[in-house]
């Protein structure tokens, strides 16, 4: 009664923490502080949509790398842009859309975050049955919301951009960029570092989920529609690094930056890819078995006890149990079906495709009948 009352008691305050919001991530401080500052400016006492606030927010970063650019010398840059053997003009585009690139991505995950919250508040804790796992979730939560230390990572990644890019790129040109460049290097870095910073912890939950205990479909765990929107839910985060590969492979190619045989660009992404895939599936089979091996052992346990009575009349009783532990042992042991696997082939053909797009030219020749 004790543990069930802590059970409960534990749910029931994790429901009421995600349902005030208590739990609030970095980026939902920015973009609630770019609300606020907005509409103390534009004096509009309604909030504002979120695509609103990414614009917003685009054309601040925008404005300050043209500042930059401006305070920084257009010499500077032209230089930067000519070691990269992009033109003036394609160059600043790329820039740009860096910048668009990395903050709807941010938005995106953020998005996607607050997805898991409301899917936790709503299903996830109800089919929680141990404490242990609301305790696993309420860490995970912690640390998806630790502004400090998502603060402090992305801080030393912005700033680890001086060692991996601005003093490479000043050895190239032979004369040190300059303050404002390096200034937005590290702002632009820092995007690209909370970006990776959330999708980490993404990947740490489904790491995570292997030691929940969750209560599914007795007779058939592994076709619980729980089972169903969790691998759906997590198949977000490989569609989105796909969706990204794609999208900076052909950037990369349409100008001619990226080689035919830049293939590799887009490759470079499999790993990822497979990593997480392998993670949240493996991790979902893991729950299934616990459930599936605690219904054989409740079966198993009933069947040892009408043996014992050594009664001729359960043998009936007896039979019908053995035959239902033989179906709940043959159902699957995994999430794993066709559609999961379908989607898992595109999520790994996007780069390529992006890529063989951006040199459709060469595939053709490559192709074509030699006369």
């Not at 930067?80 to 160059?91: F, N, P």
């Not at 997590?234 to 990204?244: C, D, K, L, T």
């Not at 887009?266 to 997480?276: D, K, S, T």
């Not at 043959?330 to 595109?346: H, P, V, W």
Request: glycine share 6%; proline share 3%; with cysteine.
């Amino acid at each position: 009664m004790t543990t069930n009352t802590t059970l409960i008691e534990k749910r029931e305050e994790l429901r009421r923490r995600l349902a005030s919001g208590e739990y609030k991530t970095l980026v939902d401080v920015l973009l609630a502080g770019t609300d606020r500052l907005i509409r103390k400016i534009t004096r509009r006492s309604e909030p504002l949509p979120i695509w609103y606030i990414t614009v917003i927010l685009i054309l601040t970063l925008a404005l300050s790398t043209f500042t930059a650019m401006y305070a920084g010398g257009f010499t500077t840059f032209l230089k930067i842009i000519e070691s990269t053997r992009l033109e003036y003009g394609l160059g600043t585009l790329l820039t740009i859309w860096t910048m668009i690139l990395t903050i709807v991505g941010g938005v995106m995950i953020n998005g996607y975050i607050s997805r898991i919250f409301i899917l936790w508040r709503n299903d996830v804790l109800e089919a929680t049955e141990s404490v242990a796992s609301l305790e696993e979730i309420e860490d995970w939560f912690e640390r998806v919301c630790n502004r400090r230390l998502h603060l402090l990572a992305i801080i030393i990644g912005g700033l680890s951009s001086i060692l991996f890019l601005v003093i490479p790129l000043s050895n190239k040109l032979g004369v040190f960029i300059g303050y404002w460049y390096t200034f937005m290097a590290i702002i632009i870095i820092m995007f690209v570092c909370s970006d990776v910073y959330q999708v980490f912890l993404i990947g740490l939950l489904s790491a995570k989920l292997r030691r929940f205990d969750l209560k599914l479909f007795a007779a058939n765990p592994a076709s619980s529609e729980l089972i169903s929107r969790l691998s759906g839910e997590f198949s977000f985060v490989i569609n989105f690094i796909a969706v990204v590969a794609a999208i900076i492979t052909l950037t990369l190619v349409l100008p001619g930056y990226l080689p035919p045989y830049g293939i590799l660009l887009g490759l470079l992404y499999w790993p990822a890819l497979i990593a997480i895939f392998f993670l949240t599936q493996t991790s979902l089979s893991s729950v299934i078995r616990r459930v599936k091996w605690k219904t054989l052992n409740e079966i198993q346990v009933r069947v040892e006890k009408l043996q014992a009575s050594k009664n001729f009349a359960n043998k009936e009783a007896i039979n019908q149990l053995l035959d239902y532990h033989d179906r709940v042992r043959a159902t699957r042991n995994s999430a794993i079906d066709l559609s999961a696997i379908l989607g898992f082939i595109n999520s790994l053909l996007l780069p390529l495709l992006a890529f063989l797009l951006g040199n459709l030219d060469a595939v053709l020749k490559l192709f074509a009948r030699k006369p």
